[in-house]
Structure formats: C-alpha cells, structure tokens
C-alpha cells in the first residue's frame, strides 16, 4: 500500500495463558511494555485481575489429579520436551531479553542456557527424587512403614519483581515435576517473557491447565492469591518482607504452605518444596 514502510514494526498484543488457551483478561484492561531504554511499544499486555485469578485456579485444580496420576517418567518426558520447544525459540528469547528487558548482549546466552537446563534438570529427577528422599521405616511390631512423597496440588508462584528467566523457569519446572499444578504470576518487568513460554508450554504435550500464567501488577492480586482457598501452596520469591507477612497471614486461613525466597537453582530442595510426605503402616506376619 503506498506511503507506507516496509518494515512498519506492528506491536504485539500478549495474552494470558489460562487452561491451555490464551484469553483475554476479563477486565479489558492492558499496559504497554516498551523497548529497553524507549518509549516504543514492544507489546501490550494483559493486565489480570482477580477473576482471571479464579478463572486459573479452577484450570489448574481440574488438571493437577491427572497430572499426578501420571507415570513419573511420562512427567519427565514433557519436562524434557519444553527443553527442546525452548531451545528451539533461542532467537525468540534472545531478542526479547536483549531488546525489551534490557539485559546485556553477553548475559542473554546465559539465562537461556540456564533456562533450557533447568527443564531438563527437573525432568531427570521426575522418576528419581521417589527414591532419594523415600524411606523405609525401622517400627517395633508386626507393620512394615514406609514414607512416600506424593503432590500438594495446586501451588500458586509469584515471581521475584527482578527479572531472572533460569530462575523462574527453574521454579515452574520443580512445581510440575512433583505432579503439581501452578498459577504463575508474572511482574510487569517479567511479563514480555510470557508469550514465547507460553508458546513453549502449548506445543509440549503438557496436559491443558497444569501450567497458566498471568501478567499482572501485585499490589492489585496479592490478597486473592493469598485468600483463595483451592490454593494449597503459596510461593513468593520476592523479598518484600511487608508482603512475606502479608502472605504467611492470609495463608493460615487454609492452611496454605508458605515457601519464600530463595536464590538456589536446579536443586532437589527447591521441588521438596512443594511435594507432602505421607507414611503408611501396612500389617505384615501371622
């Protein structure tokens, strides 16, 4: 069409990713996200609100029972797939860490990297981690009792305020890999990552709902993640000691288990986080 250029940059509208599908939020509402260091819109994204909040959960609860039911190797095969979607979508990430969230040319290579590696990091312990911290349990009497880890169900993640791609993927990877399912809560200056992972996410072969994520600001959404009672885990990575508190309140309602703040990648501690420990006695003898 004359007068107009070639290489018009059209800004991305970025959605949520709720239940395997990318909606709108229910609100109408958005913010812009800009080019590191301009005022030229990258994209603009959905700014969720507390129904989307409900809208998640209520994804995330119907998927966590089958996810849980499924084969521990079957878990880790996924995990291991979104590590080739990822790797798949270097460029993409690149560009996105580089341009829009203004991290340094020299860095870009190594979130990605730790990214990518935190995915296959966690699907190898998705068979394995049974058998580390199972037990068998010496008892006096007629009973064999053992220990087993199984899932809490579903957690919701609140991402640290300071973007660190290795480290929220690392989280969301631990929470799954225990055959839990997440609501995941992105800040505003994590937010233009959620396109390229949801795309990651959707072409995985990850069952609908165990993973969604929200852009949104949480100042707005704190109190319905705390408060909502078909959350049975709450994580915070921020430091916000105000809202820790915050957080650890609202919890006792249901008796959410709270995790906090940590800077450990890639550890087995990070998915113990997130699994419950249940003993069985069973009789045994005459």
């Known amino acids: 069409m004359a007068g107009l250029s070639s290489?018009?940059?059209i800004p991305k509208t970025i959605k949520?990713?709720?239940?395997?599908?990318?909606?709108?939020?229910?609100?109408?509402r958005s913010f812009p996200c800009y080019y590191a260091g301009t005022k030229k819109v990258y994209a603009n994204l959905c700014l969720a609100s507390r129904k989307d909040i409900r809208t998640a959960v209520t994804a995330a609860r119907d998927a966590q029972k089958s996810w849980a039911e499924r084969?521990?190797?079957?878990?880790g095969q996924i995990l291991y797939r979104m590590a080739e979607m990822a790797e798949g979508k270097r460029l993409e990430f690149a560009e996105i860490l580089e341009k829009v969230i203004g991290i340094s040319s020299t860095d870009v290579k190594g979130e990605i990297?730790?990214?990518i590696d935190s995915f296959v990091y966690y699907a190898g312990w998705c068979d394995k981690y049974q058998q580390v911290i199972g037990a068998v349990n010496p008892v006096n009497g007629p009973h064999?009792?053992?220990?087993?880890?199984?899932?809490?169900?579903?957690?919701a993640l609140i991402c640290d305020d300071k973007f660190d791609f290795a480290k929220i993927v690392s989280d969301i990877a631990a929470i799954v890999a225990g055959g839990n399912s997440a609501v995941v809560l992105l800040?505003?200056?994590?937010s233009p990552i959620l396109a390229a992972l949801s795309e990651v996410l959707a072409t995985s072969d990850l069952p609908k709902g165990v993973i969604?994520?929200?852009?949104?600001?949480?100042?707005?959404?704190?109190?319905?993640?705390?408060?909502?009672?078909?959350i049975q885990s709450l994580c915070y990575r921020g430091t916000d000691q105000k809202r820790i508190s915050e957080f650890k309140t609202l919890a006792v309602e249901n008796m959410k288990r709270f995790v906090g703040p940590t800077k450990k990648i890639m550890t087995l501690e990070n998915l113990l986080d997130f699994v419950e420990y249940k003993t069985v006695w069973h009789p045994i003898g005459n």
């Open 7 to 9: 290489d018009l940059a």
């Open 71 to 75: 084969s521990a190797y079957n878990r």
């Open 144 to 155: 064999h009792n053992f220990t087993i880890p199984e899932a809490t169900g579903v957690i």
């Open 187 to 190: 800040p505003e200056g994590s």
């Open 113 to 115: 990297d730790g990214a």
């Open 16 to 28: 949520l990713f709720i239940g395997g599908e990318f909606p709108r939020t229910e609100s109408g």
């Open 212 to 230: 969604n994520l929200l852009s949104g600001n949480i100042e707005e959404l704190a109190n319905p993640f705390g408060s909502h009672m078909e």
